[in-house]
């Protein structure tokens, strides 16, 4: 079993709509949470960066964790197509500074 | 554009040749890492250099050879190397170093290698 589950999608949704990605994680280790949006032949881009339970917001982007449930979420408000690209969740043990990434979800947003 | 910057964007190479990449960052990130992409998987780390020494190596053949000069910069030296070695290798970098920096991680646009 991996350490970190993602929902390869792909996710299609039209523009405008609320795009809904999540992860789930087995090892109650992991204490620092990011998400990263990767273009087609580009390096992975930092979205967001969260280390505690609960809610954060920016822009557009909204990061949710719930560490009881080893559960973390990224929700994209007003979908554009430019948004279309994989999200990439990834995580941090308490001690180390090694990523341990989510499998990626390709996301579609249609115009 | 990112604050990573890695050259080439491309390269293609036979078996027998000998390459580097590099890698540069000017964000003062004392922690560097070398990360190997396969199509449609995540990245898988290969190397990481904290403070300019190399604190972790994921198993990684020796025809990989990484290399730290100093802070802002790090290389990637390549030699015989195989087909299934064609892949995006992305460089990264974060604040702080050790090993127990869980600052987030920036990466560059990778190169992407090719091995005729």
């Known amino acids: 079993q991996k350490e970190v589950e993602q929902d390869p999608g792909p996710l299609s949704v039209p523009e405008g709509a609320i795009v809904s990605l999540n992860c789930t994680y087995s090892n109650s280790a992991f204490q620092y949470f990011m998400w990263y949006r990767q273009y087609s032949r580009k390096g992975p881009e930092l979205l967001m960066y969260t280390y505690s339970s609960g809610n954060k917001e920016d822009g557009r982007f909204t990061a949710q964790v719930d560490k009881s449930s080893k559960y973390i979420s990224l929700f994209i408000r007003d979908s554009q197509p430019s948004d279309s690209a994989t999200y990439l969740c990834a995580m941090i043990k308490a001690a180390g500074n090694k990523l341990t990434f989510g499998g990626g979800t390709r996301v579609l947003v249609k115009p | 554009d990112t604050e990573v910057t890695q050259t080439p964007k491309h390269l293609v190479m036979g078996m027998t040749n000998k390459k580097s990449l590099k890698c540069e960052q000017h964000m003062g990130h004392r922690a560097m890492y070398w990360y190997k992409q396969k199509a449609k998987k995540p990245p898988e780390l290969m190397f990481v250099y904290s403070y300019e020494k190399l604190s972790i190596n994921e198993s990684v053949p020796s025809r990989f050879s990484p290399e730290c000069p100093n802070s802002s910069l790090l290389n990637l030296h390549l030699h015989a190397l195989q087909p299934e070695d064609s892949a995006l290798y992305l460089c990264?970098?974060?604040?702080?170093?050790?090993?127990?920096?869980?600052?987030?991680?920036?990466f560059g646009d990778g190169t992407r290698l090719s091995i005729l």
């Open positions: 990264a970098s974060s604040q702080g170093g050790g090993g127990t920096s869980n600052q987030p991680q920036h």
